[in-house]
């Protein structure tokens, strides 16, 4: 699976967007961009995912460049509950690929 | 609905004691089971993943095991506890190609 290269921490203040960059130029072809983010002493929360196009769903939209080499994840309106480590995860499909995990960007949503 | 049980939530051992870790999904049948392993401050790494009854693929050597008697139930163990494996186990599933879902996860601490 493709590596992703993520800002290890960010800062957004509550009520605005927080856009998470995430690089991923090896990316194959047949492989899904994944976000995933883990509150601190929780399991972590699926996001989103997505292949080419863009995608947005009820927690956050995924924007994924032409050449598929990076993608951002906006939190349209963060709030403080946002505070979490953010991973960006670049995986195959079919239920049988495993998901690794990176280092992620800790995002600190402040009041 | 589906939803994955993961126990105990704390877990306090003495070095060289024996370790058991029970997972169980309901609401979904012959998941993909996996478990993972989260170090004090550092990332989620995968030990063991699971296909099918009986079925287990480890992913790092380690002094702990893995065995799915049953297919909605994934146990990790140990029969020598170290320091080292102090950390926070969460057990995931999946069915489908997206959207692994973790469980809350066990902490713990190896006195």
């Known amino acids: 699976d493709a590596k992703t290269t993520q800002p290890p921490s960010m800062d957004c203040a509550e009520g605005r967007a927080a856009n998470l960059p995430c690089n991923h130029s090896t990316i194959s072809g047949n492989e899904y961009v994944y976000w995933y983010r883990q509150i601190h002493s929780q399991g972590p929360q699926y996001i989103i995912h997505g292949l080419k196009n863009n995608e947005t769903n009820e927690m956050a939209s995924l924007i994924i460049t032409e050449d598929r080499k990076s993608s951002t994840l906006i939190l349209p309106h963060a709030t403080l509950r946002d505070t979490a480590v953010y991973y960006c995860i670049v995986r195959r499909g079919g239920a049988t690929n495993k998901l690794i995990f990176g280092t992620g960007t800790l995002l600190a949503v402040q009041p | 609905s589906q939803t994955i049980h993961q126990w105990p939530a704390t877990l306090v051992q003495p070095v060289g004691s024996p370790l058991s870790l029970e997972c169980t999904v309901e609401?979904?049948?012959?998941?993909?089971l996996y478990w993972y392993r989260q170090a004090a401050g550092r990332g989620l790494q995968l030990l063991f993943y699971s296909v099918g009854i009986g079925q287990i693929s480890s992913e790092v050597p380690q002094n702990l095991s893995a065995s799915r008697p049953q297919d909605r139930q994934f146990i990790l163990s140990s029969k020598k506890l170290l320091l080292s494996d102090s950390g926070f186990y969460l057990c995931?599933?999946?069915?489908?190609?997206?959207?692994?879902?973790f469980g809350s996860g066990t902490r713990l601490t190896v006195v």
């Open positions: 995931a599933w999946s069915v489908v190609t997206y959207g692994y879902t």
């Open positions: 609401g979904t049948s012959n998941p993909n």
